[in-house]
């Protein structure tokens, strides 16, 4: 249990819809990362935020935002899905700013399905 | 842009029987080489970082061993436990602390 929860596991909905991911950091953990996953594509970085504001921006589509709560929570909101948006989606977190290590903890992903 | 190119995709071994793993990268400049560990309906967990040529790290019946180019993931006498999904990920040192190129895995089989 890396301790990063995300909710929820499973997520099926149609095309043009709007769906929210949600992500609770280890404890401690004051940066968080949003990953894409995708058969063709593997993992991408979409975004990054550290104690509430945005750090870095990766391949994330205009359709799709985030944020961070003060409780340090992070939420991906999917706006506007296509077909194509279908994939795992994972929230990781990290002691600092940035990823000195390279060890992140991720979640166990949610799972969007476009119809 | 970085890149990660890594393999086979897929490798099928018997238990015992040793093989490594391969990841090819391409970065201005190199911060650090990451491997991950992702089982099947799993988030991808942390193994090992390598920060240069030369370097190696061992946990268990797994090696990493870096050199400019290429970083190789060596299993000695692999389980059946062994199997998952193998990430490699870089980080450029011209780019910002924040974000990992990963990528696209290779699937580790190890049949008992």
């Known amino acids: 249990d890396s301790g990063v929860t995300q909710t929820p596991k499973h997520l099926i909905t149609a095309t043009g819809q709007r769906v929210t991911l949600r992500c609770s950091p280890r404890?401690?953990?004051?940066?968080v990362y949003w990953y894409q996953q995708s058969l063709d594509q593997g993992l991408q970085f979409l975004i990054q935020y550290y104690n509430g504001e945005e750090r870095a921006k990766g391949n994330i589509l205009e359709r799709f935002s985030a944020q961070q709560f003060p409780d340090l929570h992070s939420e991906l909101n999917l706006s506007s899905l296509e077909l194509g948006d279908s994939a795992l989606y994972f929230c990781a977190s990290s002691p600092g700013t940035g990823i000195a290590t390279g060890e992140l903890f991720f979640g166990e992903g949610s799972r969007l399905t476009v119809l | 842009e970085d890149q990660v190119t890594q393999s086979p995709e897929a490798l099928r071994l018997q238990e015992g029987e040793s093989s490594s793993l391969n990841c090819s990268y391409t970065v201005s400049g190199l911060r650090g080489l990451f491997w991950y560990r992702q089982d099947p309906g799993k988030g991808p967990e942390f193994l090992f970082t390598l920060y240069s040529a030369g370097e190696e790290k061992e946990k268990e019946r797994l090696k990493a061993t870096l050199t400019k180019k290429e970083s190789f993931l060596h299993i000695t006498a692999p389980k059946p436990e062994d199997s998952a999904t193998y990430l490699c990920?870089?980080?450029?040192?011209?780019?910002?602390?924040?974000?990992?190129?990963f990528g696209k895995g290779t699937l580790l089989t190890v049949n008992p």
């Open positions: 990920a870089v980080q450029d040192s011209g780019g910002s602390n924040y974000k990992l190129t």
């Open positions: 404890s401690g953990d004051l940066s």
